[in-house]
């Protein structure tokens, strides 16, 4: 292997390359194989050599950048090798997850993420509820990890294909932020049929509401989640109540519920709640809170592994003065208190 190719190489490996970085390794390799191509011992060493070495690629927005995962500009052992796609895009489509979910060479895949990009004029569609159903169909991803499709609207439909599939069994990530999910969209996670084993769940701006968090909260595919994020997803009391009575989230770690409509109850369900004993951070900005939870931060009986706890200063109004008192400080040895101020917030629209 000449010198050039193998640090080309071994750059490609040390950092996630760009769509140029992978061309020019595709053209290197293009070059050495074929002023070596009567040796054949050496082209088998080549490729051998190249089948070891995992590969994470950043694919960049041009739909031509995807012919890379079909095979038809890099034929060699290096593309068998892909194990990271992260590809931002301004608009992405369903044509996008099917060159993906039949490319023979990304068996070895365990993280993608496709991410549409939010444009001024409105939310695209992205890959849709077809792309996703398109996915989850594959017969070559059925080593992902971690699948991650914020912004693009695959609708309760999509997820329904998703829950279901032998694609998502290995999932321990799933990112669904913005993705036009609603309670019925929930309640495929809850079904029997769903053998996800998640650890991470981001399920933000999205319509739950409080019957998405009571159907989620019977989803045993759940039991062993550490991260959920529910942010911005219409929660109220009655959805935090239900959330403090989990069966299934005893492991749980941190729960953003930032911006929905939690109050003062729901907070206090929350933050003594038997059901959520591996609770370390748990985020409140921009509630319906009030004083009365100020007060109830400074006293004792709140889960005592509880270290950060996020809520808004103005929220709090003149209770935001109780979280900086001496007594709170005594108590800031097992809990740590992080006020936020939530002024200049913009309710999050879905």
């Not at 034929?75 to 993906?100: E, K």
């Not at 991470?200 to 509401?209: E, Q, Y």
């Amino acid at each position: 292997m000449s010198r050039e190719l193998s640090h080309s190489l071994k750059q490609a490996v040390a950092q996630p390359p760009g769509i140029h970085a992978w061309q020019r390794v595709c053209r290197q390799l293009t070059r050495e194989r074929a002023g070596r191509k009567q040796d054949l011992p050496y082209v088998q060493r080549l490729d051998q050599a190249l089948s070891t070495w995992p590969v994470s690629i950043r694919v960049c927005p041009p739909a031509w950048s995807l012919s890379l995962l079909t095979g038809r500009d890099c034929p060699f052992p290096l593309i068998t090798r892909i194990v990271s796609i992260r590809w931002p895009a301004r608009s992405l489509r369903p044509v996008h997850a099917r060159r993906i979910a039949h490319s023979p060479y990304l068996r070895r895949l365990h993280t993608l993420e496709l991410v549409q990009a939010q444009h001024a004029e409105g939310l695209k569609p992205g890959i849709g509820p077809q792309g996703a159903c398109l996915l989850a169909t594959s017969e070559t991803l059925t080593g992902l990890r971690q699948l991650m499709l914020p912004n693009n609207r695959i609708t309760d439909a999509g997820l329904a294909a998703l829950a279901a599939s032998p694609v998502c069994h290995n999932l321990d990530s799933l990112d669904l932020s913005l993705c036009a999910i609603t309670q019925q969209g929930a309640a495929h996670l809850a079904a029997p049929t769903c053998t996800m084993q998640l650890k991470t769940l981001r399920l933000a701006n999205n319509r739950l509401g409080d019957r998405g968090c009571e159907t989620l909260s019977r989803a045993i595919c759940l039991k062993d989640l550490r991260h959920l994020d529910l942010s911005g997803s219409h929660i109220g009391r009655k959805g935090a109540a239900k959330l403090a009575q989990a069966p299934y989230l005893r492991n749980l770690r941190s729960l953003n519920l930032a911006h929905n409509q939690v109050t003062d109850t729901g907070a206090e369900l929350l933050l003594t709640s038997i059901h959520l004993p591996a609770l370390r951070s748990l985020n409140l900005l921009n509630n319906r809170l009030t004083a009365l939870t100020a007060r109830l931060l400074t006293k004792g009986g709140l889960l005592p592994g509880l270290k950060e706890i996020v809520v808004g200063k103005s929220e709090m109004g003149k209770g935001a003065d109780l979280l900086g008192s001496p007594a709170s400080a005594r108590l800031g040895r097992k809990i740590q208190l992080q006020r936020t101020p939530a002024e200049g917030l913009a309710d999050t629209e879905t």
